[in-house]
DNA sequence: TATAGTAGGTACCTAGAGGAAAGTGACTAT
DNA sequence: ATAGTCACTTTCCTCTAGGTACCTACTATA
């Protein structure tokens, strides 16, 4: 039995038997969910359309599957009101609240090493 | 002019408008990235099978392609040993060093809230 | 009459990431 | 002579996330 059989054996779901943070970043961190969040938790309960243009060049679907996504998970709540035309509002749940601290860690972060990176890649770019 | 050609206009990069973190997402929590660093800062300098044989189910072209990145962005540092056969180590610079505590927050995140996490999606679908 | 606003749903399609498998080069061990 | 090690590279192929465009139902407005 070669190396490829074996990795295809427990493929799949692997990323995470590594790295016990895996499942916190593929909740949090997946595509979109960074900056719905954010907008979510700067700017208060809104309303779809609100939601979509500030993101700016989020579509539609993807938009709400999206938002499905982070209902399911409990990190925002959705709440429906039945007139014409329909509203819809979200908002961040308190499980959700409870990244809060992680993001400003990471806006932290980001305030005082994203230029390194920046050099770093600059660096990397010229020597080659 | 539809709203499908306004959006279309400014398309490309576009998530960083709304949210000032997602650049750092994108530099540190992108695909397979979260568990190489986490390798590297559990188990120190690795050579490239070790890395290789301990996350798994990585094949060896992403894996370069990964930590090619990495290094690029200064957050691992590679040393080429010209021997036969070649070795080549890899360790976390300074500047990954410095993404220890968000990373620890992270673990205590997902310590604390993950099953919370769980019972959301547990309730959404047994309510649908 | 027709258009806009609202919150999506649905069908189709493409680009690109990632996986599988084989190759490379230089040397060693059997 | 063959196989194995290491750190990749290359080629091919698949899969799916995401984009485009169009659809719903209802009302207010021009």
């Known amino acids: 039995m070669g190396m490829e ?3 295809a054996a427990s493929a799949a779901t692997a990323p995470e038997l590594a790295c016990p943070i895996s499942a ?3 909740i949090v961190f997946s595509r979109w969910t960074t900056p719905i ?3 979510l938790h700067t700017h208060g309960r809104q309303r779809f359309v609100e939601l979509e243009r500030r993101i700016g060049t989020i579509t539609p679907k993807v938009l709400t599957q999206r938002l499905r996504q982070l209902e399911r998970d ?3 709540v959705r709440t429906y009101h039945p007139e014409v035309p329909p509203r819809v509002e979200y908002e961040i749940s308190e499980l959700g ?3 809060a601290p992680l ?3 990471l806006a ?8 390194e990176v920046e050099q770093a890649r600059h660096a990397y770019d010229s020597e080659s």
Chains 1, 2 share one sequence.
């Open 5 to 7: 059989t074996m990795r």
């Open 24 to 26: 916190v970043v593929d």
């Open 37 to 39: 969040l954010w907008t």
């Open 74 to 76: 409990g990190l925002v």
């Open 97 to 99: 609240r409870s990244l």
């Open 103 to 105: 993001f400003a860690h």
């Open 108 to 115: 932290d972060w980001s305030a005082t090493h994203l230029d």
